[in-house]
C-alpha cells in the first residue's frame, strides 16, 4: 500500500518482471501438481487394490475430501484479498501451508495398523480433507498472486504459461519417479504400484520435496510484495458478510459465471479420469511400469510447445476462441484410444501400442497446457473489469470461487470414479492380464462418455467475452477513475 492508503493494480514504478521471478511463482504449481498427480494415480489403487477397501467407499472418502475443500476455498481467497500486513496479502497463508501440506500428504500413504475397514476409510476422508485445506491455504492466494504481478493483456498470459509449464513438470516428474523409481517392477510385483513395501519410501520423497518446493516458491517471491495490489482504503477486514458480499460481485461478472460453467463440466470430466486412468494403463492397455514412463515423452513435448505457442495465439486468436477449441480437443482426444479399444480396433496386443498411444496423448496434455493458461489468464483480466466495477481487486475471491466448483465438481466424479469400478464389479487385488473383458469394457466405457460434459464445457467457453478490445476499455476506464 501507497502512502495515502490508496489501492492502485501496481504501486510506484513497479520494476519489469524478471524471468527469475516468473520461474520462482510458476514453481509454486509444480508442488500442487505433485500432489495432485500422487493423490489422484494411487489413493483410490493404494487404498483398494493394496490395502483391500471397497472402491466405493474409497470414492466417497475422496469425495467428501473435495466437497470439504470446496466451502474453504472461496473464504480463503476473501481473507487474503482482505489481509494488510508487513508481508502483503498473499505470503502469509503461503508460507503457514508449508509444513501442514507435507505431513498429511506423508500421512496419507501411512495409515496406522490394524484398523478396521471403517477407520481406515475413515482416517483415508479426514487426512485427505486436512491435505486439501493446507493446499488451499497456498494454493488459492498463489493463483491469485500471479493474476495480480503484472497489468498486461499479453504478460499475463507468460505469468500463467510458467504455471501451466510447472504443473507439467510436477506431474512429469511424479509420474516418472513413480513408475521408474518408488514403484519398480519385481518378480512378486511385476506393478510396483501393487507392493504395500514401497509406499513408505514414496510418500517420504514426495512430503519432503512438496515441502521445499512450496517454500521456494513463497521466499523467492517475497522481493515482489511492494508492488502488489493491496486492499482497498475503505475494505474492511474479513467477515462471512464480507465474504458474502464479495462472492456476490464476483458472480455478477458475465464473464465469470459463464467460466465457471465451463469449470463444472470439465472438472466432472477430470474426474471421472483421474480415478479410472491408472485403471485403464494398468489393466485395460496392460501397460507394465516401463512403458507407462515413456508417456512423459508426449506430455514433455506438448506442454514444451504450449508454452512457446500460447502468447502467440493469444496475440492472433485471443484468449476465447484459444480456450475454446483448447477444452474441446481436450475432452475428445484421451477419449479417442478407448473408443477405439472398445470398438475391437485396439487392443492390448497391437503392434506398436506404447507409440500409438503416446501419440494420440498429445491430444490431451497439449491442449490441457493451452486451456490452464488461457483460463488463468483470462480471470486475472476479469479481476480488472471487477476492479472498475466495483472499486476493489478480487483475484482470491475470483480465482477461490473458480476453484470452489472444480473441487465440488472433481468430488462427484471421484466418487463417480469409485461407483463405476464397483458397478462393473472391479475385483480386489487384481492383476493385470485376469480381469474379465465385460469389466474392462465398462470402465473403458465410462471414460469414454466423460467426454459429453467436457464438450458442454467448450461450448460454454464460446461465451466468455474476454477479448483484447474488452480489456483495452477496462484498462482504460481504470485509466481515467480516481485515485
Not at 223 to 246: C, K, M, N, V, Y
Not at 351 to 364: D, E, H, K, T
Request: include cysteine.
Amino acid at each position: 500500500m501507497n502512502s495515502d492508503g490508496r489501492n492502485e493494480p501496481f504501486i510506484g514504478e513497479a520494476p519489469p518482471l524478471t524471468r527469475r521471478l516468473k520461474l520462482a511463482y510458476g514453481v509454486g504449481s509444480m508442488a500442487e501438481a505433485i500432489v495432485y498427480s500422487s493423490t489422484t494415480q494411487f489413493l483410490l489403487l493404494f487404498y483398494n487394490q493394496v490395502r483391500g477397501l471397497s472402491a466405493g467407499g474409497v470414492g466417497v472418502a475422496l469425495a467428501a475430501g473435495l466437497a470439504v475443500n470446496a466451502v474453504i476455498d472461496p473464504l480463503v481467497g476473501s481473507w487474503s484479498d482482505r489481509t494488510r500486513s508487513r508481508w502483503g496479502r498473499r505470503h502469509p497463508f503461503m508460507f503457514a501451508a508449508i509444513l501442514p501440506v507435507a505431513l498429511t500428504l506423508f500421512g496419507l500413504f501411512n495409515p496406522p495398523s490394524g484398523l478396521p475397514a471403517w477407520a481406515e476409510l475413515g482416517w483415508l476422508g479426514l487426512l485427505y480433507i486436512l491435505l486439501q485445506q493446507a493446499l488451499t491455504v497456498f494454493h488459492t492466494p498463489h493463483l491469485a498472486m500471479g493474476g495480480e504481478l503484472t497489468p498486461d493483456y499479453i504478460e499475463r498470459t507468460q505469468v500463467m504459461s510458467y504455471n501451466t509449464f510447472f504443473l507439467w513438470a510436477g506431474d512429469t516428474f511424479c509420474w516418472l519417479a513413480s513408475f521408474g523409481l518408488f514403484f519398480a517392477a519385481t518378480a512378486r510385483f511385476p506393478n510396483g504400484a501393487l507392493d504395500p513395501g514401497h509406499y513408505l519410501r514414496f510418500s517420504t520423497v514426495i512430503a519432503l520435496l512438496v515441502g521445499t518446493i512450496l517454500f521456494a516458491s513463497a521466499f523467492f517471491t517475497r522481493s515482489r510484495i511492494p508492488w502488489l495490489p493491496a486492499p482497498a482504503p475503505d475494505a474492511g477486514r474479513f467477515t462471512l458478510r464480507a465474504f458474502a458480499g464479495d462472492v456476490r460481485h464476483a458472480l455478477a461478472n458475465r464473464n465469470y459465471v459463464l467460466l465457471l460453467v465451463s469449470m463444472f463440466f470439465l472438472s466432472l470430466m477430470q474426474g471421472v479420469r483421474g480415478g479410472l486412468w491408472i485403471y485403464t494403463a494398468t489393466f485395460y492397455w496392460q501397460l507394465s511400469n516401463a512403458q507407462i514412463t515413456w508417456f512423459a515423452l508426449g506430455s514433455f513435448v506438448s506442454y514444451s510447445c504450449g508454452s512457446l505457442i500460447v502468447a502467440w495465439l493469444h496475440r492472433r486468436f485471443d484468449k476465447r476462441l484459444t480456450g475454446a477449441v483448447a477444452v474441446a480437443v481436450y475432452s475428445v482426444g484421451p477419449a479417442i484410444p478407448l473408443a477405439l479399444g472398445w470398438l475391437g480396433v485396439l487392443g492390448s496386443g497391437t503392434p506398436g501400442l506404447l507409440a500409438i498411444l503416446i501419440a494420440f496423448s498429445l491430444l490431451q496434455h497439449l491442449p490441457y497446457s493451452l486451456m490452464t493458461t488461457t483460463m488463468y489468464s483470462a480471470l486475472a483480466d476479469m479481476a480488472d473489469e471487477n476492479e472498475l466495477r466495483f472499486g476493489e481487486r478480487q483475484e482470491g475471491v475470483l480465482f477461490s470461487t473458480q476453484t470452489f466448483f472444480a473441487r465440488l465438481d472433481q468430488a462427484v466424479g471421484a466418487a463417480l470414479a469409485g461407483g463405476v469400478l464397483t458397478l462393473v464389479a472391479f475385483p480386489a487385488g487384481a492383476q493385470p492380464g485376469h480381469v474379465a473383458a465385460p469389466v474392462l469394457a465398462g470402465v473403458a466405457l465410462a471414460y469414454i462418455a466423460s467426454t459429453l460434459p467436457g464438450l458442454a464445457a467448450a461450448a460454454a467457453y464460446t461465451r466468455v467475452r474476454v477479448t483484447r478490445a474488452s480489456y483495452a476499455a477496462t484498462r482504460a476506464g481504470l485509466d481515467q477513475s480516481p485515485a
